[in-house]
């Protein structure tokens, strides 16, 4: 796609030094929801990303060059964005003192060296996209996050076409009808409107810590341990927030520690030795592609808009 020059040289930018090789897109990869998120991008540029902010929405591009990392931003979100640049894209977070105990881990850590754990502070944008997953389907999911995009985010500021996900505002006026010609089921789209509804409250968690976040949030009827790990993980930043009650994950680090699938109660005596990285763990074996075979037909898609 071609980026217009004139709007490309409007924004703004910055250059950290890296006393590391970052995987930048295995880093900010977490942050996409799909091939054909609206609210990212990949090309010739660096990695695009359009957010809200408390001063506005903002665009970036991300690429590292040589030792560096360069971030141009456009947007009223801009000055936010650049104050936070380091940690957004994971360069907070230190995983020296993770000393991994299984030789897989050892050699995964290895592997992926380059891999962070990048903090983003939006605690809403982390949760819709995490509430729209639960209890169905990838494909399902990651469809709804489109088109909720699509129909109702706001276009980015910036040379890229692209979408900011909606405001707390904007869902809240959303009605039945547009969730469900989005796709999205009255149990699910009960809990974004709930989750909007306290978005002020939401959003002030960020500045606490991420284990008494992740349990603050789950006061919110139809928001569990697995949402909350999901958006520790994002907003916060934490390596130390696997997703329990996830439908495969369990099974993934079964495998890849023991050789065969586990439940969650035993994926937590696995993981407990790793504390506090026990979400760095599950993301090495989620990136390693690690997983238990898959057995039985899969779950027929169904198409609300259709009902």
């Known amino acids: 796609m071609s980026i217009d020059d004139e709007m490309w040289d409007s924004g703004r930018s910055a250059r950290v030094p890296l006393s590391f090789r970052l995987d930048l897109p295995r880093t ?150 547009d969730w469900h010609r989005i796709g999205v089921d009255r149990a699910h789209r009960a809990t974004v409107r709930l989750a909007a509804a306290r978005a002020q409250s939401l959003e002030a968690l960020s500045a606490r810590d991420a284990c008494d976040a992740a349990a603050a949030m789950q006061s919110i009827r139809g928001i569990g341990v697995w949402t909350a790990a999901e958006v520790a993980e994002r907003a916060w930043g934490s390596a130390d927030h696997p997703s329990f009650g996830d439908y495969h994950i369990a099974s993934s680090v079964g495998v890849a520690l023991t050789g065969a699938p586990v439940d969650d109660a035993r994926m937590a005596e696995l993981l407990e030795p790793y504390r506090p990285h026990r979400g760095r763990v599950v993301r090495l074996i989620e990136l390693a592609g690690i997983a238990a075979a898959r057995r039985g037909p899969r779950r027929t898609i169904p198409n609300f808009r259709d009902i």
């Open 28 to 177: 900010l990869g977490n942050f996409r929801y799909g091939a054909y998120d609206p609210a990212y991008a990949v090309d010739e540029q660096g990695i695009w990303r359009a957010m809200g902010t408390p001063s506005g929405d903002v665009t970036l591009c991300s690429a590292v060059a040589g030792s560096e990392l360069v971030v141009r931003v456009w947007g009223p979100g801009a000055s936010w964005a650049l104050e936070r640049v380091e940690a957004l894209h994971g360069l907070r977070d230190d995983p020296t003192e993770f000393q991994p105990r299984d030789q897989i881990i050892v050699e995964l850590h290895r592997r992926f060296a380059g891999v962070r754990f990048a903090r983003t502070d939006a605690v809403l944008e982390s949760l819709v996209p995490a509430i729209l997953s639960q209890k169905i389907t990838g494909q399902e999911a990651l469809a709804s996050w489109r088109q909720l995009l699509l129909r109702f985010g706001s276009p980015a500021p910036g040379p890229r076409r692209m979408r900011v996900p909606p405001s707390a505002a904007v869902l809240r006026s959303l009605s039945d009808a």
